[in-house]
């Protein structure tokens, strides 16, 4: 069974940081692109990064581009989400996804998602 286990959100000031981990089983995840998304209160998905098999290549949305680092342990089954410079906006719950197909946006299976709330 697939299980992507998302970790590591909370309550951060503007400016600040977190990082969150995804712990992936069920699958070979090192075969596997992976990305994560998130969705603001009222508002639809919104893809946040995006990092390939190995970690060599990684993609960001224009938003988070420049503040937040993807990356991945596939020795540890293990992607992260490093966010610096956190802003309001940014609050959302975060998820981690498996990518499948030939678009970023496209994912199989998704975890229940981590809360990030960026607020003074």
């Known amino acids: 069974e697939v299980q992507l286990v998302e970790s590591g959100g909370g309550l951060v000031q503007p400016g600040g940081s977190l990082r969150l981990s995804c712990a992936a089983s069920?699958?070979?995840?090192?075969?596997?692109?992976m990305t994560w998304f998130r969705q603001a209160p009222g508002k639809g998905a919104e893809w946040v990064s995006g990092i390939d098999q190995r970690g060599g290549t990684t993609y960001y949305a224009p938003s988070v581009k420049g503040r937040f680092t993807i990356s991945r342990d596939n020795a540890e089954n293990t992607l992260y989400l490093q966010m610096n410079d956190l802003k309001p906006e940014d609050t959302a719950v975060y998820y981690c996804a498996r990518r499948t197909g030939n678009s970023w946006l496209k994912y199989d299976y998704r975890g229940q998602g981590t809360q990030v709330t960026v607020s003074s």
């Open positions: 069920g699958f070979t995840f090192r075969i596997y692109d």
